[in-house]
């Protein structure tokens, strides 16, 4: 059974900073490619980063590009993700998805999801 636990979520104050963090637990976890996806009230899940296992390429969504930041580390199946002049539109749940996705960017071809965590801007 393979599982995935998102924690560092909280609020901040528009311009502030959070990072956040996704662990892949399980004996058999192996994936090719872990994402950060994000859902406001009533919008749909939206495309945050996501970055390749095996060769490190990265992809951000255009609203978070040159704030965000996503990192790995593959020895502790960890996902960092540094969000930095965070903004109010940021505010959302933030989940955390891996697999072998056909495309990065796309929610329904990832495997596993994480139970997500809430990231509150305030203005």
């Known amino acids: 059974q393979v599982h995935l636990v998102e924690t560092g979520g909280g609020s901040v104050q528009a311009g502030g900073s959070l990072r956040l963090s996704c662990t892949g637990h399980?004996?058999?976890?192996?994936?090719?490619?872990m994402g950060w996806f994000r859902q406001a009230p009533g919008k749909e899940r939206e495309f945050v980063a996501a970055i390749s296992w095996t060769d490190g390429s990265i992809e951000y969504g255009d609203s978070v590009k040159g704030r965000f930041t996503i990192s790995r580390d593959n020895a502790k199946n960890m996902l960092p993700l540094q969000m930095n002049s965070l903004k109010p539109e940021d505010t959302a749940v933030y989940y955390c998805?891996?697999?072998?996705?056909?495309?990065?960017?796309?929610?329904?071809?990832?495997?596993?999801w994480g139970q997500g965590t809430q990231v509150t801007v305030s203005s």
């Open positions: 998805a891996a697999g072998w996705p056909s495309d990065k960017t796309v929610e329904s071809t990832y495997t596993y």
């Open positions: 399980g004996r058999a976890f192996s994936t090719h490619a």
